[in-house]
């Protein structure tokens, strides 16, 4: 027990004679704070233990939140803060839902290793479930198989390069052919953006105004050749999908 302490405060400060608290604690202060703090929880409050919740009116509760927290952001350089500033901070902060982010977080660190290391045999989906089952909270399962329609996951579109080189027919091909039987079916977009340089010649979206819809939807009944910007041989067409974050470049030839 520090010297002077009475066996009726339940203040780690008033304990340790720090009095004002919008002072920064120094690193062995913070340490002294939050083992007397943990003295006092089991000394004066053993019975809550277990079933504690955080209140930020509470004094002892927020000398060890604040105590734990400068500990740990001075092991990162992170600058440390005085009770009065911890007190209005945690206050403000949903502390299930940060809980819940580092444990993801940490899961996601976990595979993004596996992926660095190559160990493909072992990648993990890692379900966060609401209510234990089985005693457990985390429950791993081995991830699904690649959907081969899919560019983002499919091994088979992986091992391609982000340019391709089509020969077409281009005064006979629609864009509306091209959008489908290319775009869609093969490249596995779901909402794609084709562009000419500058030009947008087709967009999907749910934010387009009436007429851009009326003129895509035009644009997909000419050829390649008819568009107002014309696609004719050695053209470049760059083709993104925002959703999948992917986007090529198609290099067309005219095929005779």
């Not at 007397?36 to 009116?57: H, M, S, V, Y």
């Not at 851009?212 to 910007?229: G, R, W």
Request: aromatic letters at 8%; charged letters at 20%.
């Amino acid at each position: 027990m520090e010297k002077g302490c009475a066996i009726d405060d339940v203040s780690a400060m008033a304990c340790l004679g720090l009095k004002n608290p919008q002072d920064v604690w120094s690193l062995a202060e913070n340490s002294r704070v939050f083992l007397e703090a943990l003295r006092l929880f089991f000394l004066k409050r053993e019975e809550e233990l277990g079933n504690l919740t955080f209140d930020k009116d509470d004094q002892l509760a927020v000398e060890f939140v604040t105590a734990s927290a400068n500990i740990r952001a001075s092991s990162f350089g992170i600058p440390l803060h005085s009770l009065f500033e911890a007190k209005g901070i945690a206050g403000n902060i949903v502390h299930t839902v940060a809980t819940t982010n580092a444990i993801i977080a940490g899961l996601a660190v976990i595979e993004a290793i596996k992926v660095l290391k190559k160990d493909g045999n072992n990648y993990r989906m890692t379900y966060c479930l609401e209510h234990p089952s089985k005693k457990l909270l985390l429950m791993p399962v081995e991830p699904y198989e690649p959907n081969k329609s899919c560019y983002v996951c499919s091994e088979v579109y992986l091992k391609c390069i982000h340019r391709y080189r089509l020969r077409l027919i281009l005064i006979v091909l629609s864009c509306g052919i091209f959008f489908e039987k290319i775009v869609i079916a093969k490249l596995g977009m779901n909402f794609p953006l084709i562009m000419q340089g500058a030009s947008i010649l087709y967009e999907v979206g749910e934010d387009l105004e009436e007429d851009m819809v009326a003129i895509y939807a035009a644009n997909l009944e000419k050829t390649l050749y008819e568009l107002p910007s014309p696609v004719t041989s050695g053209t470049v067409l760059t083709v993104e999908d925002l959703q999948q974050e992917f986007s090529c470049s198609i290099n067309i030839k005219h095929r005779i």
